[in-house]
Nanobody, 124 residues
Framework: QVQLAESGGGLVQAGGSLTLSCAASGRTFESYVVGWFRQAPGKEREFVAGFSWSGSDTYYADSVKGRFTISRDNAKNTAYLQMNSLEPEGTAVYCC?????????????????WGQGTQVTVSS
């Protein structure tokens, strides 16, 4: 099993940027897909973005296309979520999750490995 740990959350003004990190331990991300999810208070969990480590599949929610970018560092076994032009509606707890396979955009219940989450607060 891969263990995940997010970092990089914080408070940012609307229009600002943050980069979240998702570091894996226990095993490498090879053969996994990595997804970023967020959940705001009182709202359902939203699948924000994800990619297969092989590079065969990538997904961005319409709400973040053009503003968020996912990337990775193989040497560090870490995935990133670069968030630009942040909006107050982006205030949420952001979690990374992983599952073995190639298809990214699947229900959260199919992602078996989760980090603890990191809070992102966007002030207006």
């Amino acid at each position: 099993q891969v263990q995940l740990a997010e970092s990089g959350g914080g408070l940012v003004q609307a229009g600002g940027s943050l980069t979240l990190s998702c570091a894996a331990s226990g095993r490498t991300f090879e053969s996994y897909v990595v997804g970023w999810f967020r959940q705001a208070p009182g709202k359902e969990r939203e699948f924000v973005a994800g990619f297969s480590w092989s590079g065969s599949d990538t997904y961005y929610a319409d709400s973040v296309k053009g503003r968020f970018t996912i990337s990775r560092d193989n040497a560090k076994n870490t995935a990133y979520l670069q968030m630009n032009s942040l909006e107050p509606e982006g205030t949420a707890v952001y979690c990374c999750a992983a599952r073995q396979g190639e298809v990214v955009h699947l229900p959260a219940s199919l992602y078996k490995n989760w980090g603890q989450g990191t809070q992102v607060t966007v002030s207006s």
